[in-house]
């Protein structure tokens, strides 16, 4: 009990030594939620995807449900390997490497890591994970590396619906700064970029689940006293001007309070021109923000068309962050870099 409030407890699904027999909901109040506009850069990755024609059309059909009891479906995700990525000097460091998206006991895991890479080798892999400072591998004459985990669903939720996402997830418990953790969908639409020149437009678009970067959010009162800070975050077309980045995008972000310790279920529903966040406890649904087209951005509604109408993709992933983007910190190099996961049990998503 905190404040006079008895905090509701929820079984889980289903026990296993990951996740242990009982939750504790948040308590999410008011002053533990803030909604705050505000424009950043985001470089989205590109896809090319089908939309997926033969799911039901009817309001409150499932489009896509998966609970990992039978592993990991290769027909209905796509994992990228992509050693090339990683990038020290810019917003992401970390190789994105298929072993880092597993499945156990029916939970998905997607991880990040530290590496020492031996003379020569260029991969990273489990078996050349360290946890170690930096400077411990260059001691031993290795090169530190870091990899990440992302999947994305192979078909795209059909354009022109309104539709429900909601994930069952748990955040890394030992989360480090320079670490990042994302659930989130992107329209395919337009160009991959959010803006190409100047004073352009791309109908290009973002619905951020959930971002959440261990040590960088600020702390808020949650039932259990253990408290971190999500972010939502919806981004939709661009307003570039001179001096910005050629991608720079018009965002509205939330902010919710939760404790990591839990299992809780992460929802974002698109009608409309709303965009909705909240967090649920498997009981009780807590609403965390509304970003609004037309209102939160300074779009018409044409232009609000050409970017929620079209088909949404959904993508899990880790993140290890470079450092070479403005607001992205790098691992501390002198501190140890612990293998970190995110846990997700079941995704599914329905028409509204």
């Known amino acids: 009990m905190r404040d006079g409030w008895e905090v509701p407890s929820v079984r889980v699904r289903r026990s296993t030594p990951l996740r242990g ?16 506009s505000t424009i950043t850069a985001a ?9 997926r024609a033969d799911g039901p059309d009817r309001a409150g059909s499932v489009l896509f449900s998966d609970d990992f009891e039978d592993g990991l479906d290769s027909a209905a995700w796509l994992i990228t390997d ?105 329209n395919f639409g337009g ?46 077309g661009c307003r570039a001007s001179a001096g910005d980045r050629p991608w720079r995008t018009l965002q509205a972000k939330s902010h919710a309070g939760f404790d990591r310790h839990n299992w809780l279920e992460w929802v974002v529903t698109r009608v409309g021109n709303d965009v909705s966040y909240a967090l649920s406890d498997g009981a009780t649904t807590y609403p965390v923000g509304t970003h609004t087209c037309g209102v939160h951005f300074p779009l018409t509604q044409a232009q609000c068309d050409a970017i929620l109408e079209q088909q949404w993709q959904v993508f899990l992933q880790s ?8 607001g992205y910190h790098a691992p501390d190099p002198a501190e140890p870099f612990p293998a970190q996961t995110l846990l997700v049990d079941w995704v599914r998503i329905t028409r509204l």
């Open 319 to 326: 993140e290890v962050f470079g450092g070479g983007a403005p």
């Open 43 to 51: 470089a989205p990755p590109s896809l090319a995807i089908p939309v």
């Open 82 to 186: 992509d050693i090339a990525s990683a990038d020290p000097a810019g917003k992401s460091q970390a190789q994105f490497v298929p072993e880092n998206v597993t499945v156990s006991d029916g939970v998905l895991a997607v991880a990040a890591r530290r590496h020492c890479l031996a003379p020569g080798e260029a991969r990273v892999l489990p078996t050349n994970g360290d946890e170690r400072p930096e400077a411990d591998c260059r001691a031993a004459g290795w090169t530190p590396a870091y990899s990440a985990g992302r999947m994305a669903l192979s078909y795209a939720v059909p354009p022109g619906i309104d539709f429900e996402m909601r994930v069952s997830a748990r955040m890394p418990q030992n989360g480090v700064d320079g670490s990042r953790f994302a659930m989130w969908t992107k």
């Open 191 to 236: 160009s991959s970029a959010y803006c190409d020149e100047v004073g352009g437009w791309s109908d290009v678009g973002e619905i951020d689940l959930l971002e959440y970067s261990p040590g960088r959010r600020n702390d808020v009162p949650t039932a259990s006293g253990t408290s971190v800070q999500s972010e939502q975050t919806t981004h939709l």
């Open 21 to 36: 027999e009982r939750c504790t909901a948040p308590r999410l109040l008011a002053a533990c939620l803030a909604v705050a």
